[in-house]
């Protein structure tokens, strides 16, 4: 909605302010989800949401590997 209407306001942020007043939420928000599709279609550079989803799945796998190779292999 930002991008789409942004012609008819006199900055993108006048678009942010608009839009997020319809939507209920704040212009900063709004920013956020803008410049995340940005990234996520390339037309800005930063890390993808599939990228940041996956890298975040790493972080997980990794500290459940740390936690399994503290534990003991069998019981004395």
Do not use: Y
């Not at 789409?4 to 209920?24: M, P, Q």
């Not at 900063?28 to 990228?51: F, P």
Request: glycine share 4%.
């Amino acid at each position: 909605m930002v991008l789409t209407s942004e012609h008819e306001h006199s900055s993108r942020w006048a678009a942010l302010v608009s839009v997020s007043s319809k939507i209920g939420c704040t212009p900063e928000t709004s920013t956020a989800w803008v410049n995340k599709m940005e990234v996520d279609s390339g037309k800005k550079h930063g890390i993808t949401s599939d990228a940041a989803a996956k890298f975040k799945e790493l972080e997980r796998e990794n500290r459940e590997l740390k936690q399994a190779n503290k534990a003991p292999l069998f019981n004395k």
